[in-house]
């Protein structure tokens, strides 16, 4: 089932032209990996793939909703409930318990307080973490500051989490265990994920490998 598809997405910043009519499509449960050399575009792909940021031209369609057709705080709307981001550096709020940032996107949505509570610390216990619910982040290792993120980008229960070198700052025990972690919840729960990543390990156990190069996207299927 097809869950994104971009169409002849475009940016230029200034003059220089980062994406060149990318098209793309990504299935519901895919794992998909983001490479590329440093400037070639991912970080810039990847914002407009989440929605952070809108293309010069060209059309996204997300779960079924033509992204950039919604207005400002519509589509903030839609990004908060639909989609989940993790960043290399956890962004977790460094005055907020681990429990109350995961819960942060699921008050920001509405929805009942006690049913995000309960599932922010079932979120948390489940990634091993349930000691770590009422700690700080400071207090926390960085291998349980980013699962802690995990969690977070995880709240809304979104159709799609997008990574920007997720284990970029974790020792080599930490990514993969990171790493496993994406693998576990799309086996589990379906979860489809679009990781860039320098890490060449990840990149091939992905099931599909996209390759940025010349502002034009490569796609390549892993076997
Ligand atoms: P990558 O993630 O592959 O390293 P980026 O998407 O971050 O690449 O950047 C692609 C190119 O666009 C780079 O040349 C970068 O300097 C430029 N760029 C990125 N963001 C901006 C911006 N906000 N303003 C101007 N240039 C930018
Ligand atoms: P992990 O494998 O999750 O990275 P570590 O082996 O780095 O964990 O750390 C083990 C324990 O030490 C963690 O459970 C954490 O509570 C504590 N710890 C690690 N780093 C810090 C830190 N910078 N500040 C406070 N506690 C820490």
Known sequence: QTLLQAT???RTYGNLPVLK????????GEVVSVVG?????????LHILGTLDRPDSGELVLA???????NDRELARFRNERIG??????????????????????????????DVRKRAAEL??????KDRIDHFPSQMSGGEQQRTAVARALI???DIVF???????????????????????????????????HNQQLAELADRTLTIRDGQIGDTKNL
């Open 64 to 70: 079924g909703e033509s992204a950039f057709t919604l």
């Open 163 to 197: 990574a920007d070198e997720p284990s970029g700052n974790l020792d080599s025990q930490n990514a993969q265990e990171l790493h496993q972690l994406f693998f576990n919840l799309r086996d589990q729960f379906g979860q489809t994920f679009v990781i860039v990543t």
């Open 8 to 10: 002849d997405l475009r």
């Open 156 to 158: 809304n229960q979104p």
């Open 124 to 129: 948390l216990t489940s990634l091993g973490l």
């Open 85 to 114: 981001f993790i960043f290399q550096f956890h962004n977790l709020l460094p005055e907020f318990t681990a429990l109350e940032n995961v819960c942060l996107p699921g008050f920001i949505a509405g929805k009942p307080e006690a």
């Open 21 to 28: 009519g990318i098209n793309l499509t990504i299935q519901s």
């Open 37 to 45: 050399a440093s400037g070639a575009g991912k970080s810039t792909l």
